[in-house]
């Protein structure tokens, strides 16, 4: 499996962006799916995951209330929908998938634990 992301780009503080975490072979039902980000000089970190549980979603205190991950399974699209967003969230951000039975609630916050990875789609915040 090999996602791929998109939706990057330059925007204001305040303003919105939403990503997608794309693969052909996605079908989002038996996919775990997590965001992360990695800022220059910094170690990468963990947004926001989706299990294949649904409705079951998490978000780093960081971006809770402010960014939203949903699927579409039609689509075979995950989405990482991004609002009043701020120079701290400024970095590349990666999608990274591990399969996972449906139903299943797990998620996590460690790189280590998704073996599929996209390379990732850059997100500058300044004004």
């Known amino acids: 499996l090999q996602p791929v992301e998109s939706g990057g780009a330059l925007v204001q503080p305040g303003e919105s962006l939403t990503l997608s975490c794309e693969a052909s072979q996605f079908n989002v039902d038996v996919y775990a799916v997590a965001w992360f980000r990695q800022a220059p000089g910094k170690d990468r970190e963990w947004v926001s995951c989706i299990s294949t549980n649904p409705g079951s979603t998490q978000h780093a205190d960081s971006v809770k209330g402010r960014f939203t991950i949903s699927r579409s399974k039609p689509k075979h699209i995950v989405y990482l929908l991004m609002t009043s967003l701020q120079p701290d969230d400024t970095g590349v951000y ?29 997100v500058t915040v300044s004004s």
């Open 94 to 122: 990666f999608c990274a998938a591990k399969w996972r039975p449906y139903g299943s609630d797990w998620c996590s916050l460690a790189p280590a634990d998704f073996p599929s990875w996209g390379r990732g789609t850059q």
